[in-house]
Structures are given as structure tokens and as C-alpha cells.
């Protein structure tokens, strides 16, 4: 998603960026920071694809509503214009593995993506997705117009801020010319902790 073969090139901001997570009790390393980056694009990405499969799809009406719920923190991620992306983050600091009488409306939209077949490992999951201070390091924003998401460097203007980009493509037409269902649901539920980017260039791209 961010083109990581430049990342290392980045390894103080990272690590500046890492000393920021208050909430883990553990000094990160870069390394540690890039891992935790991967699993978090892959499951934008993941969340994408749920999207695309169910958005549409007349004869699974709950996998439907689900998908159409999710699909307003990408379409509308503000809500508040006082705060940008303020809906989008409340996604992102979701947490599906809070008790039953504590899920938010979000938890439950993250435990449809990624907990629905209870059989799968899902050790390899990071929730939150984003730490709060993450969330302020990181300025969201949502690109509909690529397929491959970025990370771009700090500017004079918010010299603490890295530019986060999240791919949003409009959903190609399915067909083996592009992505098929299959190829999506194939994704979603994909949890090979060596697998950060789906095979298919049209599922939006997690790393490159």
C-alpha cells in the first residue's frame, strides 16, 4: 500500500513515530513498526474487499447491510468538519474483541469482516487497527482515484504529521478481466501472516 521498498529510508521517522504508542508497554523497534504498518494496510485492504463482495449482493441481505455500513467511513470519513476523518477513525480504532456488552456499532462492523468463520487463526490481527496516538500522528485521507495506497512524508505546515492515503478505487465490474468474487472473499478471509498484498492489482494494494 505505501511502497515499502522506500520505507527504510524513512527508518527515524518510523521509529520517531513508534515511540509515540503510548498505550504498548513495549519500546518498538522500527522493524517491529514496519510489521505492525503492513497488517494494518492489509486489513484496509481486507475491509475494501468486504465492501466490494457484499455492497451489492441482494441474496445475503446482512453481509449487505454490513458491507453498505462500512462502505460510509470510506465515502464520508468526516462527519464532523471540525474533525477530519473523524468517522473514518472510529474504525480504525475499533476493537471487535471487546466483551458483547461493550461492542460499539464499529466493533461489531470489524468482528463481520474478520471474525465470521470462527475456525480461521485470526492471531495475526491487530486491533485496534491504530493506537489514539497514531491517530494523531497520522493525517487520513481517502483516494479515489488509485488502486495503491501511500504514505507520504511530513510538510513544512504539520511537521509532526505523516499523510496517510487509503485507496478507494470505485469497485471494478467483476469478471476474469479484473477481480472476480471469489478472488475477493479469497482475500478477506486470507490470514498468511507472510501475505501483506493480494495477488490481483485490482484489489486495492496493501505493499509494494
Known amino acids: 500500500m505505501f511502497g515499502t521498498k522506500d520505507l ?3 527508518s ?3 521509529n520517531y513515530i513508534s515511540q509515540q504508542l503510548k498505550e ?10 514496519l510489521n505492525r504498518l503492513l497488517k494494518q494496510s492489509k486489513q ?9 463482495r457484499w455492497a451489492d449482493a441482494d441474496d445475503v441481505p446482512q453481509k449487505k447491510d454490513y458491507a453498505n455500513k462500512l462502505k460510509k467511513y470510506f465515502a464520508n470519513p468526516t462527519e464532523d468538519l471540525n474533525c477530519p476523518a473523524g468517522r473514518l477513525k472510529k474504525l480504525l480504532q475499533a476493537n471487535p474483541n471487546h466483551s458483547e456488552e461493550e461492542l460499539t456499532e464499529e466493533d461489531k462492523l470489524l468482528r463481520a469482516v474478520f471474525f465470521e468463520d470462527t475456525s480461521s487463526d485470526n492471531t495475526g490481527l491487530v486491533f485496534p487497527m491504530f493506537y489514539g496516538c497514531e491517530l494523531s500522528v497520522y493525517s487520513f485521507q481517502v483516494n479515489i482515484n488509485s488502486f495503491e495506497g501511500m504514505l507520504r512524508d511530513a510538510t ?3 511537521p509532526g504529521i505523516l499523510n496517510f492515503y487509503i485507496p478507494y478505487p470505485p469497485c471494478p465490474h467483476f469478471g476474469n478481466a479484473t477481480v472476480t468474487e471469489y478472488e475477493l472473499e479469497e482475500w478477506i478471509q486470507n490470514r498468511d501472516k507472510k501475505k501483506t498484498f493480494a495477488d490481483n492489482p485490482y484489489i ?3 505493499s509494494s
Do not use: H, R, V
Not at 24 to 33: A, G, H, K, V
Not at 44 to 52: E, G, K, N, V
Open 8 to 10: 527504510p529510508l524513512k
Open 12 to 14: 527515524e521517522k518510523i
Open 24 to 33: 504498548n508497554p513495549e519500546e518498538i523497534t522500527p522493524d517491529q513498526f
Open 44 to 52: 484496509l485492504s481486507q475491509i475494501i474487499a468486504y465492501i466490494w
Open 156 to 158: 513544512q505546515n504539520a
Open 204 to 206: 486495492p494494494t496493501t
